[in-house]
């Protein structure tokens, strides 16, 4: 198969843990006999330096030509008072919205090897297997009005959360669809104690979720949520929630991981005729301005993020498979970042040929 892909490196942390990702893409392609090919292209801080956009054209077009797009992570602390227009997170919604993914799929698993990671107690988190489903290109975030104006006493701020019932029946039915395939039971999470937004979101998702008998749903309000996620995260297998909550969830489920630089994401938007799903591939993480450049960032996140590419954009199962497997390999050895264990660490590149190393002993070549 020809897997065309973008790389977008972005800022800090993301063109290091891209880099081992890459790496693993590419023992996966010759390991399986794939034809690889790979195009770099700039988004967020370094796009703005080199081109004085977040999102450049260039980049805009590659994204559209490409079967996925893999991204490190965007944000530098120079354009943290830059206008909105300069700044480097821009870029991601900018393509976010322009390849129309408009779900935010965050699997979050607790490792055996990383119990002691997590600040939680080993018997809450172990066996603790999640699926984060945010909707990506609605909610607070893009609605309209939205800005700061006045001066003074005067000044004012104001950002509006609209979702129609369109965009809230097709994140729904994604989330139905991935609980068939695991333990069949959707958790909607709102605020419609207190929001019309929620109230529309609620209905809705029952609605749909009528056309799943064969699936659990269950609602939780957004505050409940926040507390059960670190008291009972057994309870939750698919969580199906709006953006900005999404958000916000998904880096309080990063504790159960043991760090937030093991979580992988995908964005996925309509089918293609081929059902294979646009995708738009990143780890959870931002650019981690404190460790850039120390060869110190965990790459599993991003890695983890090329085992959920293969899987939803090119349906290669088998090849997904093995990269979870030789994360979890690798996870087994102790060969991890100062993230999950402070003492007796690996570089970023020693865990990115780790993997590598235990893809090539497990898969019997093509
Ligand atoms: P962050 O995720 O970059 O970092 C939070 C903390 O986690 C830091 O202490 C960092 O060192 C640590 N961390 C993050 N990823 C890690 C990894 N892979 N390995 C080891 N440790 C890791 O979040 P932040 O500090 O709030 O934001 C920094 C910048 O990133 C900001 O400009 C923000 O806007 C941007 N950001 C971008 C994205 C994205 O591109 N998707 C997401 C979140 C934040």
């Not at 450049?56 to 077009?61: I, N």
């Not at 390849?99 to 935010?104: E, S």
């Not at 899987?311 to 991890?336: C, H, M, P, R």
């Not at 970042?337 to 402070?342: C, I, M, V």
């Amino acid at each position: 198969m020809e897997l065309k892909i973008l790389l977008l490196p972005g800022d800090g942390i993301g063109v290091e843990v891209t880099r081992e990702a890459e790496k693993v893409l590419a023992r996966v392609a010759s390991t399986y006999g794939h034809r690889l090919s790979v195009t770099k292209g700039l988004l967020g801080g370094i796009a703005i330096r080199e081109t004085g956009s977040p999102f450049p054209d260039a980049t805009r077009k590659l994204a559209l030509q490409a079967d996925a797009t893999l991204m490190g992570a965007v944000g530098l602390p120079e354009f943290d008072n830059a206008p909105p227009e300069k700044r480097p997170e821009r870029g991601l919604l900018a393509i976010r919205q322009t390849l129309q993914v408009y779900a935010n799929l965050r699997p979050v698993r607790a490792y055996r090897a990383l119990l002691d990671s997590s600040p939680l107690k080993n018997q809450l988190v172990e066996g603790s297997d999640l699926i984060i489903v945010r909707e990506l290109t609605g909610g607070l975030y893009y609605g309209t009005p939205r800005g700061i104006s006045g001066h003074g006493i005067e000044e004012r701020a104001v950002n509006t959360m609209v979702y129609t019932r369109a965009e809230i029946e097709r994140v729904a039915h994604v989330a139905f669809q991935l609980a068939r395939k695991r333990k069949k039971k959707v958790t909607s999470i709102d605020k419609s104690n207190v929001l019309e937004n929620s109230q529309l979101w609620r209905r809705v998702v029952t609605e749909i979720g009528a056309s799943y008998p064969d699936v659990k749903l269950d609602h939780l309000l957004v505050d409940n949520c926040a507390m059960q996620l670190v008291l009972n995260p057994k309870r939750f297998d698919v969580i199906l929630t709006e953006n900005l909550f999404g958000d916000i969830l998904s880096d309080e489920a990063a504790v159960l991981a043991g760090s937030i630089g093991m979580l992988p994401s995908a964005s996925i938007g309509d089918r293609r005729p081929s059902g294979a799903w646009v995708g738009l591939y990143e780890p959870v993480h931002g650019s981690a301005p404190d460790i850039a450049g120390q060869n110190k960032a965990n790459p599993l996140g991003a890695i983890g993020s090329v085992a959920a590419m293969l899987e939803y954009t090119f349906g290669l199962i088998d090849e997904a498979k093995s990269v979870t497997n030789a994360i979890e390999e690798v996870l087994d050895s102790g060969q991890v970042t100062a993230d999950l264990k402070p003492v007796a660490v690996a570089t970023t590149t020693e865990v990115g040929d780790a993997v590598c190393a235990a893809l090539s002993r497990r898969v019997v070549p093509a």
